[in-house]
């Protein structure tokens, strides 16, 4: 799942970032109102977390304008605002859950949890992703193979969920490295291919239809036949 972090505190924003990448979300970022506009109305993001002290404009405001231009992502508010008022300000005007600062990540993650479980029917069924008998459920990162769950790291969570997304087309090395470690290419480098090795010995383990298959030379796809 994809996330907006809306934070103008480099440090916050850089240990959101971080946390929430080893949860196995992707994280998109931005420092100000404007450029967190941008991102939120491109419609990619399952959840937006918005600081309200932003340098350019109230995040309330930010969260106001995006909801009126259609925006329907659950919305976690960050502030350091502590009031009763200004917590029932937040969620009245367009915010879904409240976390004062300073937050612990482990309540944060789950509070975005709890959000992502509460969305919409459809975009409950948009956090499921199935390739013939193998599902992954995007929020509770859980995945079963049949009837079988399986044991992931958040990475191997992580490029699972990317092969799920590209189901049927060959994704490179290159490919693998920017969307799930956020890295660029490196020749010497045999993360992917041992992060492979490993989830393939758990997904495709006794298994009579084996699902992720080597391109020999170009990468790897996640197919059924």
Same mark, same amino acid.
């Given at each position: 799942?994809?996330l ?8 916050i ?8 990448t080893e949860a196995?979300?992707?994280?998109d970022?931005?420092a100000?109102a +404007?450029?967190? #506009?941008n991102l ?7 959840a ?12 309330l #405001?930010?969260i106001?304008r995006?909801r +009126?231009?259609?925006?329907?992502a ?9 009031s ?7 969620? %009245?005007?367009g915010?879904?859950?409240?976390? &004062?600062?300073?937050f612990?990540?482990a309540?944060?993650l789950?509070?975005l949890r ?6 919409s029917?459809a975009?409950? %069924?948009?956090? @499921?992703? @199935?390739?013939a ?5 995007l929020v @509770?990162?859980?995945a079963h193979r049949g009837? @079988? #769950?399986l044991?992931?790291t958040?990475? #191997?969570? +992580?490029l699972?969920?990317?092969?799920c997304?590209?189901?049927g087309?060959?994704?490179? =090395? ?5 969307h799930v470690?956020?890295m =660029?290419f ?7 291919? /041992?992060?492979i090795?490993?989830? =393939?010995?758990k /997904? ?9 298959q &080597?391109?020999?030379g /170009?990468?790897?796809v996640?197919? &059924?036949?």
């Amino acid at each position: 799942m994809r996330l907006l972090v809306v934070e103008d505190d480099l440090e916050i924003q850089d240990f959101l970032r971080r946390g929430l990448t080893e949860a196995g979300y992707e994280v998109d970022a931005a420092a100000d109102a +404007a450029s967190g #506009e941008n991102l939120a109305l491109e419609g990619i993001h399952d959840a937006l977390i918005i600081d309200l002290g932003l340098p350019d404009r109230d995040g309330l #405001e930010l969260i106001a304008r995006c909801r +009126a231009q259609g925006s329907q992502a659950p919305v976690l508010i960050l502030s350091a605002r502590r009031s009763v008022d200004e917590r029932v300000r937040g969620l %009245e005007q367009g915010g879904d859950d409240y976390l &004062t600062k300073p937050f612990a990540l482990a309540e944060l993650l789950a509070r975005l949890r709890n959000l992502l479980r509460r969305s919409s029917p459809a975009q409950q %069924e948009s956090a @499921r992703l @199935r390739v013939a008998d193998l599902e992954l459920d995007l929020v @509770r990162r859980e995945a079963h193979r049949g009837k @079988r #769950e399986l044991q992931l790291t958040s990475q #191997e969570f +992580a490029l699972l969920e990317y092969l799920c997304r590209n189901a049927g087309r060959v994704v490179t =090395r290159t490919m693998i490295l920017d969307h799930v470690w956020r890295m =660029r290419f490196d020749p010497a480098t045999n993360v992917v291919d /041992v992060h492979i090795y490993r989830l =393939r010995s758990k /997904v495709d383990h006794e298994a009579k239809q084996p699902l992720i298959q &080597t391109i020999r030379g /170009v990468g790897y796809v996640l197919k &059924t036949s």
